[in-house]
């Protein structure tokens, strides 16, 4: 895909928009130097619009993209139980993955005894918590009007509407003279786009990066300091090691290799917070430098994105800890397990855009009774961890695809080595 011009230095000049973003915000934050009309003016007309617009890009090519390439990808699989074997490997991956994910968290919060020495009173926080019903997720997988998922971006609806839309295109290509075809030159056409985007991502993330920092400075880290350093550390292990292991063990593929092609897709995970709006770029890094082949990378790339959440696991299991401890609530074996059982489904069921796992946390609470209040103060914290766990979410979806992948023989392991 090389020939579609690929953003040349995209993670180097990505990495100099992160970097200027914080020296400018904090600038801001911290200092008073700059006029406040001009700080004013520059933080709304240059660091905000231009964040909003950048990721308004993104979100915009999102769902033509997840069609076109399902589509594409689906109704030019030549074997139809293929495509049963492909989902069905998805889901293991993704419940087994986040099943440790969540258990590692628990197992780190014990050992540390999170949130026992907090003395802080959990209360006066007045946030308001919409509720997200597990009925209503999985309802949503079938969407009663197509326009409107399309509108709503119900992903898990678009995903299933696309796969029976690219299943009925494959078993009907001898009487329409090939439809397949004319999908996958759409998806080449759209994945043009996605790189004409990606050419602004350096100036996106530098706006995204500034304005956060601008209004919240630095010092984000200061308060909850154990909560945050265990859930870092916790994130970062996981993502190196769980998804190390699977990629040797079950792919038979170098995990150093992997973790030199990811940077683009951990730092767009980053800076949106979001991996659906991550998912043009985890597509193309799959496929173009990892060497999954692209019928397997339209399905799990976008199935992932919406239902692998390790990081979101990750911030549950200990989020949930810490305000146990912070309520002198102390869990026991079959808490434990019911907040693994809990977590794995709804970080499955936590939409894949920024702060979605604060909200799913609420069920956890309120499944095992724990002060709702509690969120108030991991909120304060949240906006960082948001952009950590969103990393940790979309590096597991490449892995996914590439462990699919390879076990389907539908990886191309010389692209996949090559340097
Ligand atoms: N922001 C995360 C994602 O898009 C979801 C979450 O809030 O945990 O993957």
Same mark, same amino acid.
């Given at each position: 895909?090389?020939?579609?011009?690929?953003?040349?230095?995209?993670?180097?000049?990505?990495? =100099?928009?992160?970097?200027?973003?914080?020296?400018?915000?904090?600038?801001?934050?911290?200092?008073?130097?700059?006029?406040?009309?001009?700080?004013?003016?520059?933080?709304?007309?240059?660091?905000?619009?231009?964040?909003?617009?950048?990721?308004?890009?993104?979100?915009?090519?999102?769902? $033509?993209?997840?069609?076109?390439?399902?589509?594409?990808?689906?109704?030019?699989?030549?074997?139809?139980?293929?495509?049963?074997?492909?989902?069905?490997?998805?889901?293991?991956?993704?419940?087994?993955?986040?099943?440790?994910?969540?258990?590692?968290?628990?197992?780190?919060? =014990?050992?540390?005894?999170? &949130?026992?020495?907090?003395?802080?009173?959990?209360?006066?926080? *007045?946030?308001?918590?919409?509720?997200?019903?597990?009925?209503?997720?999985?309802?949503? #997988?079938?969407?009663?009007?197509?326009?409107?998922?399309?509108?709503?971006?119900?992903?898990?609806?678009?995903?299933?509407?696309?796969?029976?839309?690219?299943?009925?295109?494959?078993?009907? *290509?001898?009487?329409? &003279?090939?439809?397949?075809?004319?999908?996958?030159?759409?998806?080449? @056409?759209?994945?043009?786009?996605?790189?004409?985007?990606?050419?602004?991502?350096?100036?996106?993330?530098?706006? /995204?990066?500034?304005?956060?920092?601008?209004?919240?400075?630095?010092?984000?880290?200061?308060?909850?300091?154990?909560?945050?350093?265990?859930?870092?550390?916790?994130?970062?292990?996981?993502?190196?090691?769980?998804?190390?292991?699977?990629?040797?063990?079950?792919?038979?593929?170098?995990?150093?290799?992997?973790?030199?092609?990811?940077?683009?897709?951990?730092?767009?995970?980053?800076?949106?917070?979001?991996?659906?709006?991550?998912?043009?770029?985890?597509?193309?890094?799959?496929?173009?430098?990892?060497?999954?082949?692209?019928?397997?990378?339209?399905?799990? #790339? $976008?199935?992932?994105?919406?239902?692998?959440?390790?990081?979101?696991?990750?911030?549950?299991?200990?989020?949930?800890?810490?305000?146990?401890?912070?309520?002198?609530?102390?869990?026991?074996? &079959?808490?434990?397990?019911?907040?693994?059982?809990?977590?794995?489904?709804?970080? #499955?069921?936590?939409?894949?855009?920024?702060?979605?796992?604060?909200?799913?946390?609420?069920?956890?609470?309120?499944?095992?009774?724990?002060? /709702?209040?509690?969120?108030?103060? #991991?909120?304060?914290? *949240?906006?960082?961890?948001?952009?950590?766990?969103?990393?940790?979410?979309?590096?597991?979806?490449?892995? @996914?695809?590439?462990? @699919?992948?390879?076990?389907? *023989?539908?990886?191309?392991?010389?692209?996949?080595?090559?340097?």
């Amino acid at each position: 895909m090389s020939e579609l011009g690929a953003p040349k230095n995209l993670t180097r000049n990505v990495l =100099w928009g992160m970097f200027l973003g914080f020296a400018v915000g904090s600038t801001f934050f911290y200092t008073s130097f700059v006029p406040d009309f001009f700080e004013k003016i520059v933080t709304e007309f240059v660091l905000n619009l231009g964040g909003d617009i950048f990721k308004n890009l993104l979100k915009l090519i999102v769902v $033509p993209l997840v069609f076109f390439s399902l589509v594409a990808g689906i109704s030019s699989v030549s074997d139809m139980m293929k495509l049963g074997n492909i989902a069905l490997k998805t889901i293991l991956l993704v419940v087994v993955s986040t099943a440790i994910a969540v258990s590692m968290a628990l197992f780190f919060g =014990w050992m540390v005894d999170l &949130g026992s020495g907090y003395q802080a009173a959990a209360g006066n926080f *007045d946030i308001a918590i919409p509720q997200v019903s597990f009925y209503d997720t999985l309802l949503n #997988i079938f969407p009663n009007n197509l326009f409107g998922a399309f509108v709503e971006n119900n992903m898990l609806g678009i995903v299933f509407f696309s796969i029976l839309f690219g299943i009925a295109v494959n078993s009907t *290509d001898h009487l329409t &003279g090939n439809l397949s075809k004319a999908f996958e030159k759409l998806n080449t @056409v759209f994945l043009k786009i996605v790189l004409m985007i990606m050419g602004f991502a350096p100036i996106g993330v530098f706006c /995204l990066i500034g304005a956060y920092t601008a209004s919240k400075g630095l010092d984000i880290f200061g308060d909850l300091a154990q909560y945050v350093l265990l859930l870092i550390f916790v994130l970062v292990l996981h993502m190196l090691l769980v998804n190390s292991l699977f990629l040797k063990f079950i792919a038979g593929v170098s995990p150093v290799t992997f973790f030199r092609k990811i940077k683009d897709v951990l730092l767009f995970g980053f800076s949106t917070s979001s991996s659906a709006a991550t998912i043009p770029v985890t597509l193309k890094t799959v496929t173009e430098d990892m060497g999954v082949k692209k019928d397997v990378a339209s399905f799990v #790339i $976008p199935v992932g994105a919406t239902i692998n959440m390790n990081g979101t696991a990750i911030l549950q299991g200990l989020a949930t800890f810490f305000i146990a401890g912070i309520s002198g609530i102390e869990l026991g074996m &079959g808490q434990y397990i019911q907040i693994i059982f809990l977590a794995v489904i709804t970080a #499955i069921g936590t939409a894949a855009v920024p702060s979605a796992g604060i909200i799913t946390l609420t069920i956890i609470l309120n499944q095992l009774g724990l002060p /709702l209040e509690g969120i108030g103060l #991991i909120l304060a914290v *949240d906006r960082i961890l948001d952009m950590l766990r969103t990393s940790v979410n979309v590096c597991g979806d490449a892995a @996914v695809a590439v462990i @699919v992948a390879a076990t389907e *023989d539908e990886l191309d392991r010389d692209k996949f080595n090559a340097l």
